[in-house]
Nanobody, 122 residues
Framework: QVQLTESGGGLVQPGGSLTLSCAAS????????MTWYRQVPGKQREMVAR???????NYPDSVKGRFTIFRDNAKNTVYLQMNSLKPEDTAVYYC????????????????WGQGTQVTVSS
């Protein structure tokens, strides 16, 4: 069983940067896919960064070039570096993990964090 805890959210001005952390309570060596999602009220959860254990990354066009996901197995932590933030990046950000080899939809992930709020505003 893996428990995920996000941190690092907060208020940032447009153009600023934040790094979110997702710490796992246990080893993530058995985790094959780790993904950051975000959600705003009234909208579906949106994938913003996905990392496969074999080193493949996925980013939607909305964040490509601005967001970077990276994983530190020694610290059992996955990070989301967010640069050039825009007001439309405002959302609750969640990390998710699965032992499955492939997962593209939220319901396919076994493990979720509680979320951390990111607000981009001047």
């Amino acid at each position: 069983q893996v428990q995920l805890t996000e941190s690092g959210g907060g208020l940032v001005q447009p153009g600023g940067s934040l790094t979110l952390s997702c710490a796992a309570s246990g080893s993530i060596l058995g985790i094959n896919v780790m993904t950051w999602y975000r959600q705003v009220p009234g909208k579906q959860r949106e994938m913003v960064a996905r990392h496969f254990k074999d080193g493949i990354y996925n980013y939607p066009d909305s964040v490509k070039g601005r967001f970077t996901i990276f994983r530190d197995n020694a610290k059992n932590t996955v990070y989301l570096q967010m640069n050039s933030l825009k007001p439309e990046d405002t959302a609750v950000y969640y990390c998710a993990a699965t032992e499955k080899l492939i997962a593209t939809l939220p319901h396919e992930y076994e493990y979720w964090g509680q979320g951390t709020q990111v607000t981009v505003s001047s």
